[in-house]
């Protein structure tokens, strides 16, 4: 940082670039107001312009309104979970030459981070707010040593081969990693989990039937693919398979479990597993490469299974969609294997033409729900096995409690809370848990009651509580009582006499019966999963 800022080069304007000079006038006389010191010439004839040389802190002070600029420029280019963690507030420009921007980071990882990933988004922002290409350096206060003190050392330990034990300590670096280095690489094993990756052709074989966690949200979706990984294609149940659920819930995970599957099963088959983004950007390069036919031949003559992951995301794309289209007829004639999914059903897909939305219906179309409590729970009980973490139950109880919307969620928090367990070296408990998963604020509703699971299920089944308590035994009241008792069971953990006794001093095992009957009944009826899950998060 021994050049000053050099406001001449960016306060002269050339006709090339006058708009992108008038764009970024303001900002620049400001830093230049801010900073311009007065002259000691003794005639306005003999001041000569000059880069105004400043300290280390005026001028970081002064290029303050650069980064504040950069900031919403960067945000727009990247996922917002990354920017937060690795860039607002956690950088610095502390250089600015006519060629050069160098920013400071708070840590190690985060410099790393940005040099590695994010070094070309800097680059794009300040040409495009500054007018000028920049080369872009990334720094941090505690780095290893800089080139010239390395040199140095090296000059020495030649100069003397067999240094004194105090010579060795005095330039013994500590490289270990500070705390909030740490913090941040906690930090980016939970985002690196939570960020969605492209499916692209590339098949995960950590990601089978075995490992999949059924429950009623996701039996029938689990039962049908496992169906197609046996037997795909025209000699199959479902040559068509669609399947359809909110972000995280397992499509992903159960696309590569038939691959795996079917991989296994028939060896001979050629599989693509592809997103429906890297099939419309593979269609764009054959346009633009002249290689249409050969495109079409690869999923025409090269392919016995198609599956396109979020399908939806072709909506408004008509050339890619009139391709998809001949391709569907054409391996759904032969008898291939067709599999897709997407974030809603068919019909529910916006800029899809008619045509293509009738033909994802023309198999079965399965949706995954949300899952319940006690799915949750087995997902992070297997979860917990995978990372070698010990975890109470209670622990389990309370993330599976609060994160209810997504498994992939799910399963990353418990990567961020063993994370943070490690650097803390302490064991997990649910203070802990609640602290560093700011729990607190999803947690604040009441726990759930006998009471609150009765009310709930009256509301919903639209039966008067009396009625619900009673000894009845019309058919909807039965159903609606056994649904309730399933819920107090496995919500509240009430024990089976404490239930009986709620509803009219029924002996124990009759409850027993009817909560052993809806679970028996949830295997295969995805209505009845549907209404749990809706009075679950309604109690």
């Known amino acids: 940082m021994t050049q000053g800022f050099p406001f001449e080069k960016f306060l002269k304007s050339t006709p090339q670039k006058e708009e992108k000079t008038n764009k970024n006038d303001d900002l620049l006389n400001s830093i230049f107001n801010q900073t311009q010191k007065p002259s000691t010439a003794t005639s306005p004839e003999k ?16 290029l303050e309104p650069i980064l504040e600029a950069l900031y919403p420029m960067l945000e727009a280019n990247m996922p917002s979970i990354k920017f937060d963690t690795f860039i607002k507030n956690k950088i610095k420009l502390i250089s600015l030459s006519d060629t050069k921007a160098t920013f400071e980071t708070q840590t190690q990882f985060i410099k790393s981070t940005l040099e590695t990933n994010y070094s070309d988004f800097f680059k794009k922002a300040l040409q495009e707010l500054m007018g000028s290409s ?4 990334f720094t941090n206060s505690s780095s290893p040593l800089n080139s010239n003190l390395k040199e140095s050392l090296q000059s020495l330990s030649e100069d003397k081969p067999n240094p004194t034990k105090e010579t060795k300590n005095f330039f013994t670096l500590d490289l270990t990693p500070n705390q909030d280095e740490l913090k941040d690489q906690a930090e980016g094993r939970y985002i690196n989990h939570m960020e969605k990756q492209s499916s692209g052709i590339v098949i995960d074989p950590s990601k089978t039937f075995d490992n999949f966690i059924v429950g009623p949200s996701n039996n029938l979706a689990f039962a049908t693919a496992s169906a197609v990984s046996d037997s795909p294609g025209k000699s199959g149940k479902y040559p068509c398979l669609y399947l359809y659920s909110d972000s995280g819930l397992g499509k992903t995970h159960l696309l590569h479990a038939v691959a795996n599957g079917i991989f296994a099963n028939h060896p001979h088959m050629k599989i693509c597993l592809i997103s429906a983004r890297d099939f419309m950007k593979e269609l764009i390069n ?30 408004n794309k008509t050339s890619t969609q009139e391709e998809f289209f001949h391709i569907f007829n054409f391996l759904h004639d032969k008898g ?38 006690e799915t949750r729970t087995a997902i992070l009980k297997k979860k917990a096995i995978e990372l070698d973490l010990f975890i109470q139950d209670d622990v389990l109880n309370l993330i599976a409690s609060s994160i209810k919307t997504s498994i992939r969620e799910l399963e990353g928090n418990l990567i961020r809370l063993q994370a943070h367990a490690d ?41 008067a509580v009396p009625d619900l308590r009673s000894k009845s035994r019309s058919k909807n009241i039965v159903k609606a009582r056994h649904i309730a008792w399933y819920l107090s069971k496995n919500i509240v953990g009430a024990t089976f006499m404490e239930i009986g006794k709620y509803y009219s001093n029924r002996d124990h095992t009759s409850v027993m019966h ?26």
């Open 336 to 373: 291939k294997q067709l599999i897709f999914t997407s974030d809603k059903s068919p019909d529910k897909i916006t800029g899809i033409e008619e045509r293509i939305i009738t033909r994802l219906q023309w198999g079965l179309v399965v949706d995954i729900q949300k899952p319940d409590f």
């Open 286 to 315: 054959a346009y633009k490469d002249k290689t249409l036919s050969e495109f079409q031949r690869k999923y025409t003559e090269s392919v016995d299974v198609l599956m396109i992951d979020d399908i939806h995301e072709l909506k």
């Open 47 to 62: 001041a000569q312009p000059s880069t105004v040389n400043l300290s280390q802190s005026e001028e970081e002070s002064a």
């Open 423 to 463: 650097i803390m070296e302490a064991e997990i408990d649910t203070e802990m848990a609640r602290d560093i998963l700011k729990l607190q604020e999803i947690n604040e509703r009441p726990a759930a009651t006998l009471e609150s699971v009765c009310r709930a299920s009256s509301q919903y089944f639209k039966i």
């Open 514 to 539: 009817g909560v052993n009957k809806i679970t028996e009944q949830l295997k295969g009826d995805s209505q009845l999963s549907k209404d749990l899950i809706f009075l679950e998060n309604n109690i």
């Open 134 to 137: 920049y080369t872009i350096e």
